[in-house]
């Protein structure tokens, strides 16, 4: 029988604060939740920023999109070189240097003279070039930063890791203690092969520690290291949590698409437990976008929201009423997209494994749409591809929950980056696929509004929200927009500026990835999952589950007590039980591994067996 992907656990953090038991989600509906929940959420807040928990202004005022802060980098006094080229006033321009500082191929113009051991005099004649040490100010100075305060590299021995794979740690890590089933059980469950990582980054890992630094060494005047390439690799967020957080030498499969990539990377772990090559499969994307030369790439490309940009929307001309926490606007009069970093990661399993283990069931993801746009003018522009993608999701879940649930208990993660194209395009996808399927009122969500844009992990965001909505029963609010754009789609789609009470069984993820990467993901309740899982299993397996799952959920609420007090650990297992090869057992039916419960069987199914009786 089919088999159904179910959400057993989630982890990442991101500006909202750790994604876990839907701290991260509390954070963007605060202020309609209950006392008890706001201090339980200022509590997990306080712990990763190494606050009180009765700093509560300052917990609030650090977290979400904000101004840059100082300690991350100056965006008045950002580093960089002029180009200066440089004539002598009169015959010739002399200086004195080390002999080591001389460049390996001399200009035409200079003449090179010893003065004493090791040190030269240099002659000047005619135009040089030199680059002149100088700051610039950056034109954008609002993103989506982490809480303050929180130190991925200081929580396991970092060695110098890009932040994207810090990240990328943490993010698992958290997301694997989450499920409340030691890993080690959980692996003895199954055969070691049968486990999935499906874990990247969309821009490749870009700081000093990587590719960055790599690229700039040589012409900044220092030496490339011997790891700045290596973790640099759009694919090290799956490579790291294989080699130092799992173990894991089952399935590896890192998918990249743009915006949309982490829908891509859930596709791949989806399909892998619905064709039963995995049964556990830990999906996730980790994005390090926040420094200056990315920005300002993207501010060339006029894709981000400057401080002009903003200043103009409110109608200022004063830098000081730029209102970096509303520099994200989706569907509203805006000026471009707000860069944020983040981690996400959800541990899938098959639904008779969850069962058996008695795992939480957070919700489920049946499957995964994913379509390229055709012929395109531009690169960047949209194209036709997100109307499949949206339509095929909305049809998935008409076809297994039926129309009434699609139309009166469904809702949308909008992709909803702020930018004028996105709020005209989107709007009219989702408004049309919504007239299309007798939706009169389909109800929209924006959570960039608040955590901005993480690139990867953006739609590994709008899960983690969605799993919030499923628990607490809120919609999130696009609450940055004073009103809505008199250009967008609206005849059939609900957006409101304020949070809503609402009770749905469905969800739809819709991403819209630069180059025409389009993906949108059908996710089901946590009650639709379990009535699916009854009509399979029955109801004596769903009371033998649930009876295993209070004692796992009782393991799960124990690391949440750990992370909240701080004294939760980071997996991170450098150099531990590392297999070469010679420790195997090896035979011509299966493959035994020290440390692993099961091994690993040769019996290969082929899709081919009838072809060679007719051979």
């Known amino acids: 029988m089919a088999r159904l992907p179910v959400i057993t656990g989630f982890g990442g953090i991101n500006p909202a604060g750790r994604s876990s038991f839907h701290h991260g989600y509390r954070r963007l509906v605060l202020d309609a939740l209950p006392e008890s929940k706001v201090q339980r959420t200022l509590q997990s807040l306080a712990a990763l920023m190494g606050r009180s928990v009765h700093d509560r202004d300052d917990i609030l005022n650090h977290t979400l999109i904000r101004k840059i802060e100082r300690d991350w980098f100056d965006t008045e006094a950002i580093p960089c070189n002029r180009h200066m080229p440089l004539a002598p006033a ?77 990240l990328a740690i943490y993010g698992a890590s958290d997301a694997i203690q989450s499920v409340g089933i030691e890993w080690q059980a959980l692996l003895s469950a199954v055969r070691p092969d049968q486990v999935g990582v499906y874990a990247s980054s969309a821009m490749a890992q870009l700081d000093d520690n990587s590719f960055a630094g790599l690229l700039s060494a040589r012409h900044s005047g220092k030496r490339v290291t011997s790891k700045q390439l290596a973790l640099g690799l759009a694919d090290m967020p799956s490579d790291f949590v294989n080699a130092y957080v799992l173990g894991n030498i089952g399935s590896t499969g890192p998918s990249l698409g743009a915006c949309a990539t982490f829908l891509y990377n859930l596709r791949a772990g989806v399909q892998d437990i619905r064709s039963g090559r995995a049964r556990i499969a830990i999906v996730g994307a980790a994005e390090a976008p926040i420094n200056p030369d990315v920005i300002d790439g993207y501010a060339t490309m006029g894709a981000l929201a400057t401080d002009a940009g903003l200043m103009k929307l409110d109608g200022t001309d004063r830098l000081s009423e730029a209102d970096y926490r509303r520099a994200c606007r989706p569907f509203a009069e805006n000026c471009g997209f707000t860069i944020a970093e983040a981690t996400q990661f959800v541990v899938l399993m098959d639904d008779e494994l969850a069962l058996e283990q008695g795992a939480m069931i957070y919700g489920s993801v049946p499957d995964v749409f994913i379509n390229a746009d055709g012929y395109k003018k531009s690169i960047s522009s949209p194209g036709a591809g997100n109307y499949l993608t949206v339509a095929k999701a909305a049809s998935l879940a008409r076809e297994i929950l039926g129309d009434t649930a699609l139309r009166e208990r469904s809702f949308v993660q909008a992709h909803g980056t702020g930018t004028p194209q996105n709020r005209v395009t989107e709007s009219h996808i989702l408004n049309e696929v919504a007239k299309a399927f007798g939706i009169g009122s389909w109800p929209v969500a924006a959570i960039k509004a608040y955590l901005g844009h993480t690139i990867s992990s953006a739609s590994g965001d709008q899960l983690a929200a969605t799993l919030g909505v499923w628990a607490e029963g809120i919609l999130p609010g696009i609450a940055t927009v004073s009103r809505f754009a008199d250009d967008i789609h609206t005849s059939n789609l609900s957006l409101s500026q304020a949070h809503r009470e609402i009770d749905c069984d469905i969800a739809l993820l819709n991403s819209k990835g630069f180059g025409g990467n389009n993906a949108t993901a059908t996710a089901f309740s946590p009650a639709a999952t379990r009535r699916l899982l009854e009509a399979k299993h029955g109801k004596r397996v769903l009371a033998q589950w649930q009876a295993k799952e209070e004692a796992v959920a009782v393991e799960a609420a124990r690391y949440d007590d750990k992370a909240i007090s701080g004294t939760a650990n980071v997996i991170y297992r450098f150099d531990h039980q590392v297999l070469s090869g010679e420790e195997l057992t090896l035979s011509d039916t299966e493959i035994s591994l020290p440390g692993y419960a099961q091994p690993v069987s040769l019996a290969v199914e082929t899709p081919y067996a009838d072809w060679l009786n007719k051979v």
């Open 90 to 166: 009169e015959e010739a321009v002399s200086f004195v240097t080390r002999a080591r500082n001389l460049p390996e191929t001399l200009p035409e113009s200079w003449t090179v003279t010893e003065v004493e051991k090791g040190r030269v005099r240099v002659d000047m004649r005619g135009v040089s070039d030199f680059l002149v040490q100088t700051t610039r100010t950056s034109e954008v100075r609002a993103a989506g930063q982490l809480p303050s305060g929180f130190d991925p590299a200081a929580l396991y021995p970092s060695r110098n890791h890009p932040r994207g794979l810090q």
